[in-house]
T-cell receptor, first 112, second 112 residues
């Protein structure tokens, strides 16, 4: 069966520090992968999506970047965090159209 | 640009009552998803609606899709406290890499 792993679960980082969040998928190949952000009490905003290794599409201009170094690995990064980067970050894969999107457990990032 | 609007955004209801959450979207799409999110948690897939007229039911929840009206509904029958959560609809924007755009969510609180 397919599973999606995301870590860390919680992160507190100072302003100006770097960020690296990792997401991996098991049990499938060539998945479409997505990063979403959810601000407190709000909906989900699509940040990046990837259809394959090295292929990244950005949805909104921001302080973040994404990379896909391996087929089942998707990384969200920042060189210098801003206070506004705080939020709940969710990785997802699209289930190849069969069962809808599956989300990881999320990373709660607080920038202080 | 695809826009997804949910209403109401907040709903407080008594146990045993029925209610409906509405999801309108602005461009043509044949796939719509409903998710549940408990506080501090990730998203759980509830329903995947893949065609016009699709209706799916799970327990006290029933979802339907009218692609011509660009409308989906999530109906709650005889609500119980365990259904308290935030519910999101999401619409798929198809292209070479499908991606889903979320509504703002409906925060449902069911009181005894």
């Amino acid at each position: 069966s397919q599973t999606i792993h995301q870590w860390p679960a919680t992160l507190v980082q100072p302003v100006g520090s770097p960020l690296s969040l990792e997401c991996t998928v098991e049990g499938t190949s060539n998945p479409n992968l997505y990063w979403y952000r959810q601000a407190a009490g709000r909906g989900l905003q699509l940040l990046f999506y990837s259809v394959g290794i090295g292929q990244i599409s950005s949805e909104v201009p921001q302080n973040l970047s994404a990379s896909r170094p391996q087929d089942r690995q998707f990384i969200l990064s920042s060189k210098k965090l801003l206070l506004s980067d705080s939020g709940f970050y969710l990785c997802a894969w699209d289930g190849q159209g069969r069962s809808g999107y599956t989300f990881g457990s999320g990373t709660r990032l607080t920038v202080v | 640009e695809l826009k997804v609007e949910q209403n109401p955004l907040f709903l407080s209801m008594q146990e045993g009552k029925n209610y409906t959450i509405y999801c309108n979207y602005s461009t043509t799409s044949d796939r719509l998803y409903w998710y549940r999110q408990d506080p501090g948690k990730s998203l759980e897939s509830l329903f995947v609606l893949l065609s016009n007229g699709a209706v799916k039911q799970e327990g006290r929840l029933m979802a339907s899709l009218d692609t011509k009206a660009r409308l989906s509904t999530l109906h709650i029958t005889a609500a119980v406290h365990d259904l308290s959560a935030t519910y999101f609809c999401a619409v798929e924007l198809g292209s070479s890499a499908s991606k889903i755009i979320f509504g703002s969510g409906t925060r449902l609180s069911i009181r005894p």
